[in-house]
Every structure is written in C-alpha cells, then in structure tokens.
C-alpha cells in the first residue's frame, strides 16, 4: 500500500493542483467564434468600472493558445483583446475625468490596428473592417459577447508585456 504522506505526496498533490489550475493561461479548444469571444464593446459610462476594475480576469490570448500554422483571424482577434486590455491599464490610471474618453480612444485605435492586420492576409477579413466611417463603428457595436466586461469564472489573466502604439490625446475629448 502507498501513502500519500512525504514528500512524493506533497509532489503529486501540487503537480495536480498545478496541472488543473487555469491560471494565466486561456485554454486551446478547437477553434471556433467562441474561442476568442469579438469584438469587445465600445467603453460606455455603464462598462468603465468593469474595464478598469475587472481587467485580472478577462481572457488574454497567449501566442500558445493558436496553432502553429492557420487560424490567422484568431489570432489576430486575440492580439486585438491584449492590446486593447494593455491600453486599458494605461487609461484606468488616469485621472477619472479622463479615464472614458482614453478608453474610447484606445477601442478605436485597437480596432483600427485590428482591421489593417486583417487586410494584411490573402483571407476573407472581418466583416465591420469592410463598412467605412460610422458604419464601420456601428457594426462593432453589434453581437457583443461581452458588453459588461464581466470576468471569466476562476480564471486569472497572465501578465502580460505592455503593448506600444496607444498615445492619449485628451484634446481629442470633448468635456
């Protein structure tokens, strides 16, 4: 008969332990819409608390979580979420007057970068980089998956490098 007491216990107990934690890490299944839940919603005054308070438990697309080869708008869709949620950080931190409005920019901006890397394969690109001006904003705001920003349950986000390309420009805002 084995015991689990000693120190080989201690070591299966913990590899289990480690083995089915969802720490930091979004889980590959095959590849479908739902895998990366898109396009986030535009920050609102109703979404802003979750944004700013709610960032640790929202799914973060590490480069293991795509297959090696295809899937590109996934995997684009997935740098779209990290970017976006790194510029988030930077904007929460702002004085609060200023907190939405850097939000708003940081969404757009992501977008924006989001759609010139779908253009950049020879594949069918999302549907709302194809609609120019307000129609373009307006179909992003469509079938959300997520419009409270609300958290993916036991799951906590993997820290992440910032993410470069976001400059505020609070004389953008308009108060």
């Known amino acids: 008969m084995t015991s689990t007491g000693g120190p080989i216990g201690f070591l299966m107990i913990a590899l289990i332990a480690l083995l089915g934690s969802d720490q930091g890490e979004t889980t590959r299944s095959s590849l ?7 396009p986030p ?5 109703l979404n802003l ?12 697309y590490l480069p293991s ?17 990290n970017r976006l949620e790194s510029w988030y950080s930077l904007c929460c931190a702002k004085p609060e007057a200023q907190k939405l409005c850097c939000a ?9 970068q989001f759609c010139v890397e ?21 179909c992003f705001e469509s079938e959300l998956p997520n419009p409270d920003y609300s958290c993916v349950p036991g799951y906590i ?17 308009q108060m």
């Open 104 to 112: 708003q920019q940081a969404w757009k901006k992501a977008l924006s």
């Open 157 to 173: 986000a993997a820290n992440m490098p910032s993410e470069p390309g976001f400059t505020f420009k609070q004389g953008a805002c």
């Open 32 to 38: 479908t819409n739902a895998d990366v839940p898109f």
């Open 49 to 60: 608390g979750a944004i700013c308070q709610k960032g640790h438990c929202r799914s973060r």
């Open 41 to 45: 919603a535009a920050p609102t005054s």
């Open 118 to 138: 779908e253009f950049s394969t020879k594949t069918t690109v999302y549907e709302c980089c194809e609609y120019k001006g307000d129609a373009w904003w307006s």
């Open 65 to 81: 979580f795509f297959p090696r080869s295809g899937g590109s708008h996934f995997r684009f869709r997935g740098m779209a979420i």
